[in-house]
């Protein structure tokens, strides 16, 4: 992400791999943004792209309260975390009945067919294979 149009593309799909590298000021409302921030996307004539917290907070702009650009981890990113382990804990914890992910879904507040896809691309398994094997392997 050398160039401004680089930052501009990352920016116009929310690249997550751009998260980190850069953070964009949007100088109408005075709210700089990470590059994967779900908010409205600005007009390309209104960003100018910074390095830092610093360097926007100079520029008189303001964290954005979606996105959260001035805390380390990215708060979408630390809920599926705390999803994916909160499902771990789940089906491993669930005693003698079972504990389907369609039931922690629910719980959670989330589709059962997302939550699988989080899950297999975090842990690299489906939830129900994962647990299994976890299972296998702690009765070993």
């Keep these: 992400f050398s160039t401004d149009d680089e930052r501009w593309a990352a920016v116009l799909s929310r690249n997550p791999l751009a998260d980190g590298h850069f953070l964009y000021c949007v ?3 005075q709210v700089y943004c990470r ?3 779900v908010s409205r996307r600005p007009t390309r004539a209104n960003v100018v792209f910074v390095r830092t ?5 100079a520029l008189r702009c303001r964290a954005c309260k979606r996105c ?4 380390r981890e990215n708060p979408a990113e630390r ?5 994916i382990e909160r499902l771990k804990r789940s ?5 003698p009945e079972r504990v389907t992910v369609k039931s922690v879904a629910e719980e959670l507040g989330v589709s059962m067919w997302h939550l699988n896809r989080m899950f297999k691309k975090r842990v690299g ?3 129900q294979q ?4 976890m299972r296998r392997a702690r009765s070993k």
Excluded: F, I, M, S
Aim: glycine content about 6%; some cysteine; hydrophobic content about 30%.
């Design 68 to 71: 959260k650009p001035a805390e």
């Design 125 to 127: 398994a489906p939830p």
């Design 79 to 83: 809920r599926r975390n705390d999803v």
């Design 35 to 37: 590059p994967t921030c």
């Design 27 to 29: 100088t109408t409302t």
């Design 130 to 133: 994962w647990a299994q094997e």
């Design 53 to 57: 917290v610093a360097e926007a907070e």
């Design 91 to 95: 089906l491993l914890d669930g005693g």
